[in-house]
C-alpha cells in the first residue's frame, strides 16, 4: 500500500503534527475564500533549507510568462473572476506561514533528508502560490498547477507544501507522486487516521476541496475493519471524484455496486450506499465532509449497522462480521500479546540468536505494519519493516525500510525461537479461525 494513498498516524504521532498544523490554521485565517459558489480555491507555498537559489516571485513569475500563460491566467487584484483557472503569487514571513516541524515531517514530508528538514525551519522565507478555479470543465487545472509547483520549486530548490493534503514534497518526489496522470485522484489526494479515545479509530480524506468535491470520513470502526475500511475509503474518494469537478455523487444504487464492486448478490439484495454531512473535528480538511449514513442499515447500534455495511460491501462471505462480534475477545488477546511482549526486553539487549526472531504488529504512519526488531529504548522499538505475517507465522525473508513503532501502539508480537519453534501471534490466529467457520 502506498504510504501516500492510506497514512495513518499512532495516537501520539497525530499529537506530534498538532504545533504544525496549528500553525497552519492560523496562517489559514487571512486566506482567501473561493470567489465564486462554482468555484475553486487551494494552495501550495514552496519552502527554503533555508535560502532560495534564485529570488522566488522574480522567477515564479519568469516561469508562469515564458511556460504556462497559455493554461492558467495570473490574477492581479480583487477582480471578479469568470470561468477559468487562475493563479496569484505572494511572498509570506516564515513566521507568519510557519513550516511543518521536524517531527511532522517524519511522517509528511517526502524527499527530504533529516537535515533539510531541520534546515527547513529556518527558510528565510516562503513563496505562496493560490489556485483559483471557476466552473472548470475537467481537472487539467490540476496539472497545470502541479506542473507550475514543480518549475518553480526546481528552479529555486525549494520544497512544495501543500496545504490540502498537508504534505510536503521535494521537487523529486512531487514529480514522482503528483504528475503521473495513473491513479490522479488518490495521487493528488491522501487519508489521514488516528486511535480514537475509546481505542476505536477514525480516518479522514484531504484534498479533494482542489477536485471540488467534499472530503469523507469513517469514525469508530475497529481494528478488524481496518483492510475493508481503507477500501471503502478508496472506494468514496474515487467514486465521488469520477464524476468531475463541482460535480460530486453522493450515492450509488444496488445496481452500481454490483457492478462496480463485483458483487455476486443479487442487485435487490444489495443495499444503497449514501453520504451524509458530518460534523468536522480539529485539524480536518477546510472542507465539507461527508460520511457513510450507517443508520441505514440492519443493526442494533451503530457499530453493528456499521459492520453489517463495511462487512456486506467490502468482504461478503469473508466472515468479517464474525470477528467484529468478537472483538471484545480479539482486544484481550492483544492487551495479553503486549503484556507477554514486554519480558522479551531483554533477549535484544543480550543480543538475538542468529536464527532467533523478534517481531511486532503495531500501528504506525496510518497502517497496521510488521517490524522485525532490533533495538528497543523505553518505549521506542526500532527495526526493519517487513511484509505481512501469515497467520501461522511464517515470516519472509527479505526485511524493508527502517521504522521506529511505540510500544503503546503494538497489536501483536512473533517470538521466532533459535529451534524455530513460533510463540505469539495470537490475534492472527484468532481472526483466522472465525474466518475458517465461514
Known amino acids: 500500500m502506498s504510504p501516500r494513498v492510506f497514512i495513518l498516524l499512532p ?5 506530534l503534527c498538532a504545533s504544525s498544523m496549528v500553525a497552519q490554521e492560523v496562517a489559514a485565517e487571512g486566506k482567501k475564500a473561493a470567489p465564486d459558489p462554482n468555484g475553486i480555491y487551494f494552495q501550495f507555498a514552496i519552502y527554503y533549507a533555508p535560502k532560495p537559489k534564485e529570488d522566488p516571485l522574480k522567477e515564479a ?56 528538514s531541520t534546515q527547513l525551519q529556518d527558510s528565510s522565507t516562503v513563496l505562496v502560490l493560490d489556485f483559483f478555479v471557476v466552473r472548470p470543465k475537467d481537472y487539467d487545472y490540476i496539472v497545470a498547477a502541479n506542473e507550475l509547483a514543480l518549475a518553480v520549486a526546481s528552479a529555486t530548490e525549494g520544497f512544495i507544501w501543500d496545504e490540502e493534503t498537508r504534505e510536503l514534497f521535494s521537487p523529486k518526489s512531487w514529480s514522482n507522486v503528483r504528475l503521473p ?25 484531504f484534498g479533494m476541496r482542489k477536485l471540488g468535491a467534499p472530503d469523507v470520513m469513517i469514525t469508530e470502526f475497529t481494528t478488524p475493519f481496518w483492510e475493508p475500511v481503507s477500501e471503502m ?28 464492486l463485483k458483487l455476486n448478490a443479487p442487485a435487490k439484495e444489495i443495499p444503497r450506499l449514501a453520504l451524509i454531512p458530518a460534523p468536522s473535528e480539529p485539524g480536518d480538511p477546510r472542507n465539507t ?18 459492520a453489517y455495511a463495511i462487512d456486506r460491501y467490502f468482504r461478503p462471505g469473508g466472515g468479517l462480521i464474525d470477528v467484529w462480534r468478537e472483538r471484545e475477545k480479539l482486544m484481550e488477546l492483544s492487551e495479553q500479546a503486549r503484556e507477554r511482549l514486554k519480558s522479551k526486553k531483554d533477549l535484544l539487549a543480550k543480543g538475538l540468536d542468529e536464527k532467533e526472531q523478534l517481531l511486532v504488529k ?9 517490524v522485525r526488531l532490533d533495538d528497543w529504548r523505553g518505549n521506542a522499538l526500532s527495526g526493519n519493516e517487513i511484509p505481512d505475517v501469515d497467520a501461522h507465522g511464517r515470516v519472509p525473508a527479505q526485511p524493508g525500510d527502517p521504522i521506529t513503532v511505540a510500544l503503546d501502539q503494538v497489536f501483536d508480537y512473533l517470538h521466532v525461537h533459535p529451534d524455530g519453534r513460533e510463540e505469539g501471534n495470537e490475534t492472527g490466529k484468532f481472526i483466522k479461525s472465525l474466518q475458517a467457520k465461514k
Open 11 to 15: 495516537f501520539l504521532a497525530l499529537s
Open 289 to 306: 465532509i461527508l460520511t457513510v449514513d450507517f443508520l441505514e442499515y440492519p443493526g442494533k447500534t451503530y457499530e453493528e449497522k456499521q
Open 233 to 260: 475509503m478508496r472506494f468514496l474518494v474515487y467514486q465521488i471524484a469520477a464524476a468531475g469537478p463541482l460535480n460530486s455523487k453522493r450515492s450509488w444504487t444496488g445496481e452500481e455496486l454490483k457492478v462496480i
Open 362 to 370: 503495531a500501528f504506525h504512519q496510518e497502517a497496521y505494519r510488521w
Open 181 to 205: 496522470v495513473k491513479s490522479f485522484v488518490f495521487a493528488n489526494t491522501s487519508m489521514h487516521a488516528y486511535q480514537l479515545p475509546s481505542k476505536n479509530y477514525r480516518t479522514v480524506s
Open 61 to 116: 513569475t519568469r516561469i508562469f510568462d515564458e511556460d504556462f500563460a497559455t493554461r492558467l491566467t495570473y490574477r492581479t487584484g480583487v477582480v471578479r473572476l469568470t470561468e477559468g483557472a487562475y493563479v496569484e503569487f505572494r511572498e509570506a514571513k516564515p513566521e507568519d506561514y510557519a513550516p511543518p516541524n521536524v517531527d511532522y515531517l517524519e511522517h509528511k514530508g517526502f524527499g527530504l533528508t533529516p537535515k533539510q
